[in-house]
């Protein structure tokens, strides 16, 4: 009998795909989990599915979610089993792998995509928004796809530049601020093709064509919704701080990422460092920084986010796709290269391969000065994968859609937290005082928390909404809330309604800053729920 040959047997293409799958999965089993933010999402596409419309509250039409690519792709496979904690971990964990395999595709060598590979996994950041829920692991795919034909040869006389640009469409449909990634490689390729005179009408014509999936997408939001931008867009930049404290917040969040997920800052100047000295070509880490500097100055300038590496998180697979493309790698580049990333993933218990229990020691989610989470591990225990059979796990109430509180009559609420709840109640009516889901709110300044600033709820909003009719005590606010009715409410195409879009969305009508009559009742009795839930732990409503 012929002795096996392992050495062939582990430079085999089956056995690095076997390793890589295998390793992917058992991180993902390891660190997936579903947010709260993501049953925003996941209520309208319930609402979609059963036939309600692209909505979250049922009564009006407003864009309560950002990620309007990843409903429509799971809309079809969530009418036919409409479990979505299945759908969600799936979609993820294919999502995730095909990105990988795109990111092979990219590497110039199997060690440079190694390099690559362990980058990412040994940042918490990139696994934690692999999962989640949210659009994170639909747009790793469509990245790995754009830089996959970015950095691929052109062959004959043919310009990349129509299918570089339906990538991008789709990846703005999937998240606006998106966009930002491919803005720079976009514009690098049009001055290509334009000093190589290819720039004529037939390729005008099949960039616009390609430009389509956006288009159509603004063409709906603006007769369907009203607006053009998504309401948390309002909900997120209509806030009482200055331009000085949000870029004081975005500073914090990178302080907060360095410190959290210190892997991302330092890996890659760490490899600069070493080809520097080894006298290496740094072009593709110079590519990489050069492409990720319009999102590093979005991030700095919307004051980051509450979510800890969120917005790092496409940055940082544009920091992996330099890693995988770095040429020429010798055994004393990849010698300290891979013990620098063998030894962070084992010296520190918070990296991604460690289980759960030991990321949590350091106590991440405690909130500081700047009011970042640890969202993942906040969150886990009722929704954290491996955590599925503990007592805590939500995930089963949320597989059957079966809430974990009695039922109840009330048909409104007014809500700080609103995912979970609200994929709960999908008949209630909730008022987010968060305004993501709320086109009066949101249209009101709001303090407090980044992502999350409060609004004051108006006296006689809670019963207009009870009632169906405008109960609003203060003058002003109750015209001004009888024209958003129409734009929310009223038919579709109503000739009215293209007036109030200009005025809701450019206009005198964008913002509502006039003071107004508080009903301070309701807010009292509903912090003093949200405090006493909070402080005894009850699952209730």
């Known amino acids: 009998m012929d002795r096996i040959d392992w050495k062939k047997v582990i430079r085999s293409h089956y056995f690095e795909l076997a390793l890589a799958i295998f390793i992917f999965s058992y991180i993902s089993y390891q660190n997936a989990w579903l947010s709260d933010d993501s049953f925003i999402s996941f209520r309208v596409l319930d609402h979609f599915v059963n036939g309600f419309g692209l909505r979250w509250n049922i009564a009006e039409r407003v864009q309560a979610f950002t990620n309007p690519l990843l409903i429509l792709v799971l809309s079809p496979f969530y009418y036919l089993y409409q479990n979505i904690v299945f759908w969600s971990f799936f979609s993820s964990f294919v999502c995730g792998l095909s990105a990988f395999y795109f990111l092979r595709k990219i590497s110039v060598s199997k060690v440079s995509f190694w390099l690559g590979f362990g980058f990412l996994l040994s940042s918490r950041s990139f696994v934690d928004y692999s999962y989640s829920g949210l659009e994170n692991s639909l747009n790793y795919l469509i990245e790995a796809i754009f830089f996959c034909l970015y950095f691929k040869k052109e062959e004959g006389t043919g310009s990349k530049l129509p299918s570089l640009v339906l990538l991008a469409s789709f990846g703005l449909v999937s998240r606006i601020d998106f966009i930002l990634i491919f803005i720079i490689p976009l514009l690098i390729v049009l001055i290509q093709d334009w000093k190589k005179g290819k720039i004529n009408i037939s390729l005008s014509s099949k960039i616009a064509l390609c430009s389509l999936p956006a288009g159509f997408w603004f063409l709906f939001s603006a007769l369907y919704y009203g607006s053009l931008l998504p309401n948390t867009y309002y909900s997120k930049t209509n806030v009482e701080d200055s331009f000085i404290q949000i870029l004081s917040q975005g500073l914090r969040y990178y302080v907060f990422e360095l410190k959290w997920d210190p892997i991302v800052f330092a890996f890659l100047p760490i490899a600069a460092i070493v080809r ?18 319009s999102y590093l100055a979005y991030i700095l300038f919307v004051g980051g986010d509450f979510m800890a590496g969120r917005f790092f998180t496409y940055v940082i697979f544009l920091f992996g796709i330099a890693l995988t493309r770095l040429e020429n790698l010798d055994k004393k580049e990849i010698y300290i290269l891979g013990t620098v990333l063998l030894l962070y993933n084992i010296l520190l218990s918070s990296s991604p391969i460690h289980s759960v229990k030991q990321q949590v020691k350091q106590n991440p989610w ?119 009715n129409l734009l929310t409410r009223g038919e579709v195409f109503d000739s009215r309604r293209l007036d109030l879009l200009w005025k809701f969305q450019f206009g005198d009508l964008r913002k509502y800053k006039e003071p107004y009559m508080i009903d301070e009742v309701r807010e009292n009795r509903m912090w003093e729920e949200e405090n006493r839930k909070k402080n005894e732990g009850v699952n209730s409503i």
């Open 366 to 484: 405690i909130l500081g000065r700047g009011e970042i989470a640890d969202e993942k591990l906040w969150y886990y225990p009722g929704t954290g994968l491996a955590w599925y059979n503990k007592k805590d796990s939500l995930l089963s109430n949320l597989s059957n859609k079966k809430p974990f509180f009695p039922p109840t009559d009330q048909k409104v609420f007014i809500k700080y937290n609103t995912g979970v709840i609200g994929f709960f109640l999908p008949d209630q009516y909730i008022i987010d005082i968060v305004a993501l889901g709320d086109p009066l709110l949101s249209r009101i300044q709001g303090k407090g928390r980044v992502g999350h600033k409060i609004r004051r709820l108006p006296s006689g909003y809670f019963e207009s909404v009870e009632s169906g009719e405008n109960k609003i005590q203060d003058p002003k606010l109750k015209e001004y809330y009888n024209s958003l």
């Open 276 to 293: 520097a000295v080894l006298r290496k070509s740094l072009g593709a880490i110079l590519t990489s920084l050069l492409f990720s500097l």
